[in-house]
C-alpha cells in the first residue's frame, strides 16, 4: 500500500531538525496523540532501505505499568552487562541503574519499539536509519526522544516479546522513547569530524 504524503509540518529545514535534536531524558505526563505516533511511523518507513526490503516492523507501548515492568527487568540484565564490559576495560558508570525509582524509560509514556525479521545483512542499518528518522520527525512535532539502546536485551527475550506480540522471527532492534519533553535540554557537544583522507 503506498503511504499518502506526510503533511509538512510548517517548520524548520532538515538542518535546523538536526541541530534542534536532543535526547530528552525527562517527560510530561501528557499522552502522545495516535496521529502523531502514526506520522512518526511513516516517516520512519521513508528511509533508505537497502535492496529495497522494507524489513522493519514496529510495536508501540502506551502502558505505563507495562514500561514500568519492562524497566524493572531490564535493570538487572543491563547492569551485568556493564559489569561484563566494564570487566573488559569499558568503563561506564551503571550505579544509577541499580536505584529501585529509575526508570529505563525517563518518565516517558510512550516507547516505539523497531524490530526486523533478519534478512539481508543490511537490516540493521535499515532499522537505525528509521529510527533516526522517526527521532527527526519527532523533533519536528515538537516531541523529544531517547534511543533506549539498554534495554534491546531484555525485549529480545523470548517470553518479553511473546508478551510484547513480538513473533520469534523478529528481532528487536531499535527501542525509542517519545514524548513531550519537561523543560528545556541542552544540546551535548561534539568533536570535529574526523577526517582521514579527502582525495581530491
Ligand atoms: C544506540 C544508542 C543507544 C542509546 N541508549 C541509551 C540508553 O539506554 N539510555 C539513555 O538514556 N540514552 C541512550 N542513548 C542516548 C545517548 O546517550 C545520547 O545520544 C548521547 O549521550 C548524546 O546526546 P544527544 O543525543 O543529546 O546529542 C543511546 C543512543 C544510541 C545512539
Redesign the pocket.
Known sequence: MLLPTIEKPQGRNVFEAILA???V?AYAPDKISKNAIQTLLEAAVRAPTAMHEEPWAFVVVQNRQILRQLSDRAKPIFIEEMRHRNAQGVRHSFEHFARPDFD?F?GANALIIICAKPASPFVVADCWLAAENLILAACELGLGS??????VSVLNIHMVKTELGIPAAYTVI?PIVVGLPMGE?E??SRKEPLILSWKQ
Open positions: 535534536r536532543r535526547t531524558r529505563m525517563h531517547c534511543v533506549i539502546g539498554s534495554v531499535a535540554t544540546a551535548t
